[in-house]
């Protein structure tokens, strides 16, 4: 059974008899996600001057109660996270690392970096809104639901060329925590997916910069 901890924790007084016996903590279990399986590269002949097209990814943006190194479930209206299980850095910097394994592996025709921006060129910027396990019901078998929003930017004037929203919701096999890692590991790797293959075909339409 899974153990939740609520997010809003209500401190109360506890007086402790003197045959009581204090428990060590309850250990954590560390998960990771981020395993993005290899999917067909974009053809180089897709993308005009591929070899010298270079996007920037800007700063990521991500959802506050789900940027850290916990596992966020939501009931209807209440959230809580996984008690006993941890990421094992930042679910920010997890999920940005895998998104650039993604172009990668999947668009070698994209020179992508996230260094210092210049005036020409352009930007994607990644904003990771939804990130967490829905249950429908106490105790039920949850799904992870993942929601980015994205824009293709011009650096110059910053100009918003192209924008999505990519939604995706990956059921787990159980009410288990290794469970609903895997459901996020596979959540995760669609959502790249998907995000690379938008960003490939968006920047061979981009119009040519004014600069």
């Known amino acids: 059974m899974i153990r939740l901890s609520s997010v809003a924790v209500v401190a109360a007084g506890l007086t402790l008899s003197a045959c009581a016996v204090l428990k060590s903590p309850d250990p954590i279990q560390t998960y990771r996600f981020g395993t993005v399986p290899a999917f067909g590269s974009?053809?180089?002949?897709?993308?005009?001057?591929?070899?010298?097209?270079?996007?920037?990814?800007?700063?990521?943006?991500?959802n506050t109660a789900a940027r850290g190194d916990?596992?966020?479930?939501?009931?209807?209206?209440?959230?809580?996270?996984?008690?006993?299980?941890?990421?094992?850095?930042q679910a920010l910097t997890l999920f940005e690392e895998a998104l650039q394994e993604g172009f990668a592996s999947g668009a070698?025709?994209?020179?992508?970096?996230?260094?210092?921006?210049?005036?020409?060129?352009?930007?994607?910027?990644?904003d990771v809104r939804r990130f967490e396990t829905v249950y429908s019901a106490p105790g039920a078998v949850p799904e992870v639901k993942v929601g980015v929003s994205v824009q293709l930017l011009r650096r110059g004037d910053r100009s918003i060329l192209k924008d999505a929203r990519f939604d995706v919701v990956q059921p787990a096999d159980a009410n288990r925590v290794g469970?609903?890692?895997?459901?996020y590991n596979a959540a995760t790797a669609d959502t790249i997916r998907q995000i690379v293959e938008w960003t490939v075909t968006e920047v061979a339409s981009a119009p040519p910069s004014d600069d």
């Open 42 to 62: 974009v053809d180089q002949g897709s993308v005009p001057n591929c070899s010298r097209t270079g996007v920037n990814l800007r700063r990521m943006e991500f």
């Open 70 to 89: 916990q596992l966020l479930t939501a009931t209807g209206n209440e959230t809580a996270y996984i008690g006993g299980a941890r990421w094992v850095g």
């Open 108 to 126: 070698p025709c994209l020179r992508v970096t996230s260094g210092p921006l210049t005036r020409d060129g352009l930007s994607l910027s990644v």
């Open 179 to 183: 469970s609903i890692v895997a459901a």
